[in-house]
């Protein structure tokens, strides 16, 4: 073995919005792993699947299928709002959130952001 772990993560706490929030980050071989909560609870899971570009012009699209939770129009934005960053860092992988906020707002997105970027894993 070459004494690496074999599932590398990261979690913090921090306050967004005036709510204490929680964000975990684990990187599996395919996949990265982001919850997002503040009920302390994983809620709506969102898958985002990096797609094949046609030409190397643009970066893939990330195309978002809620897997558990409400089917929400919101929430496939947010979804991708909030994590294409670490899907493109990552080397397009796919990713999967697990969303549990009690408000989605642009500066609660921002600073959510943040706080994934500080648990950067991949």
């Known amino acids: 073995m070459d004494g690496r772990p074999l599932l590398t993560s990261k979690q913090r706490t921090e306050v967004v919005c005036g709510v204490p929030t929680q964000v975990v980050c684990t ?8 919850v997002v909560t503040q009920f302390g609870k994983m809620g709506t899971l ?7 570009v046609a030409s190397d012009v643009g970066k ?8 558990l939770g409400q089917d929400e129009p919101l ?5 991708k709002n909030l994590v294409t960053f670490v899907s493109q860092e990552a080397g397009n992988r796919a990713v999967l959130l697990a969303l549990a906020m009690k408000d989605r707002n ?9 706080v994934i ?5 991949w």
């Not at 990187?27 to 982001?34: D, E, G, T």
């Open 60 to 67: 893939p699209v990330l195309t978002t299928r809620v897997l």
């Open 27 to 34: 990187a599996f071989s395919s996949h990265i792993l982001v």
């Open 106 to 114: 642009a500066e609660g997105l921002k600073a959510v952001k943040e």
């Open 75 to 79: 929430t496939h934005v947010f979804a």
């Open 46 to 52: 969102v898958s985002l699947e990096p797609s094949a």
């Open 117 to 121: 970027q500080a648990c950067q894993v």
